[in-house]
Every structure is written in structure tokens, then in C-alpha cells.
């Protein structure tokens, strides 16, 4: 049975995975340690907010927007 993170994850490799095939580029913004960032080797663009906080939430869109 999978749960919850490993959702995640293939979720997000497959997102990962279909920009990479229509030639886009993907920002993966991580809510979490940075050690987790290696559990998905598809990300090569990988933003680490250490926190799920709505402030580091709205940061993190500030700078990407």
C-alpha cells in the first residue's frame, strides 16, 4: 500500500517528467528538509523551504512569481 509521500513523489515526477518532454523546464519547491530532495533524482531544479508554513509558502511564490 502506498501512502502519502510516495504519492507525492510520483506525482511529482510525472509532472517532472511530462515538462521535460515538452521541452519545459520544472521547479520542484520542496516544504521540507533538503535531504528529501534526493528521493526524487527526476528534479534537477529543486527549491528547499525547510518549512510548510503559509510565510514560507507566500515567500517562496513572491520569488518565483
Same mark, same amino acid.
Given at each position: 500500500?502506498? +501512502?502519502?509521500? =510516495?504519492? +507525492?513523489?510520483?506525482?511529482? !515526477?510525472? $509532472?517532472? @517528467?511530462?515538462? *521535460?518532454? @515538452?521541452?519545459? =523546464? !520544472? ?9 528529501? @530532495? ?6 534537477? +531544479?529543486?527549491?528547499?523551504?525547510? =518549512?510548510? =508554513? $503559509? !510565510?514560507?509558502? &507566500?515567500? &517562496? &511564490? *513572491? *520569488?518565483?512569481?
Amino acid at each position: 500500500q502506498r +501512502n502519502y509521500v =510516495s504519492l +507525492n513523489y510520483t506525482h511529482v !515526477a510525472r $509532472a517532472v @517528467a511530462d515538462a *521535460r518532454q @515538452a521541452q519545459r =523546464s !520544472a521547479v520542484v519547491l520542496m516544504f521540507g528538509p533538503p535531504r528529501l @530532495a534526493e528521493q526524487i533524482p527526476e528534479a534537477t +531544479n529543486v527549491v528547499c523551504c525547510w =518549512s510548510g =508554513s $503559509a !510565510a514560507m509558502q &507566500a515567500a &517562496a &511564490a *513572491r *520569488r518565483l512569481g
